[in-house]
């Protein structure tokens, strides 16, 4: 797959352009120096002005006041264009206190891993897991820092099964396989129920959708609604 362009948006009251603009540098450099060596993915990020008309083919990032599901923070879909579409509701997280780009980092991960929402992988345990990336360890106080911004950390495919990898997550907080850090959750198909979500918890905790920044994967597919890109 050739490196994707995406197009970061502000459509929101609560941040300025420039405060958008200006955390850009740090998440090209996370998914260039430390998301690219353990996934193998890369991307060139832009900042775009609201009614820039994009280039065909690019996708896109809109950073939102509220969000469109209740209590969700952020999630990534497929634009009526057919490209990738990442939301991220700062109002929300700054009413919070949550860093909204942590929010940011997350949906640029898992939609560099999943751009189309439906990739999976086959675990350790022979269940088909979503290619949810950040889900695991997607609590704020797990993230670190990049040149003063907060992003998000993020499991490495040795998460799922054992690997070359030096680490099950970027930032060394799990230990074996599977594992899931408080405040995270990995949505799994069950043959009877469908995508279900797990969390430290167990099934469905009540962790596992309360303030989630993610989740397209637990609805069906004829529930979902192409957006356009803003």
């Known amino acids: 797959m050739a490196i994707p362009m995406i197009a970061v948006t502000n459509a929101s009251t609560c941040l300025t352009?420039?405060?958008?603009e200006a955390v850009l540098p740090a998440l090209q450099k996370?998914?260039?120096d430390d998301f690219?060596?353990?996934?193998d993915l890369d991307c060139t990020l832009v900042f775009g002005a609201r009614n820039q008309q994009l280039a065909k083919g690019w996708w896109q990032i809109v950073v939102l006041d509220n969000p469109d599901q209740a209590g969700v923070l952020g999630y990534h879909e497929i634009s009526s264009q057919g490209t990738p579409l990442g939301?991220?509701?700062?109002?929300l997280d700054i009413s919070n206190e949550t860093p909204w780009t942590v929010t940011l980092s997350h949906e640029l991960l898992e939609m560099l891993a999943d751009p189309w929402t439906n990739w999976c992988a086959v675990a350790i345990d022979n269940q088909i897991y979503a290619l949810e990336v950040a889900d695991p360890v997607e609590a704020d106080e797990l993230g670190y820092e990049i040149d003063g911004v907060r992003v998000s950390?993020?499991?490495t495919p040795a998460w799922f099964e054992p690997t070359e990898a030096d680490r099950l997550d970027f930032k060394h907080r799990l230990s074996k396989q599977l594992e899931i850090a408080p405040g995270g959750y990995i949505s799994v198909l069950d043959p009877r129920k469908g995508w279900i979500q797990l969390t430290a918890e167990g099934e469905g905790g009540p962790k596992a959708v309360v303030g989630s920044r993610r989740w397209r994967r637990k609805f069906g597919r004829?529930?979902?609604?192409?957006?356009?890109a803003g």
Not at 36 to 39: E, G, I, N, S, V
């Open 30 to 32: 996370q998914v260039t």
């Open 36 to 39: 690219r060596a353990y996934w």
């Open 17 to 20: 352009d420039a405060q958008v």
């Open 87 to 91: 939301k991220v509701f700062a109002k």
């Open 153 to 155: 950390d993020f499991i």
């Open 222 to 228: 004829n529930l979902r609604k192409a957006s356009a």
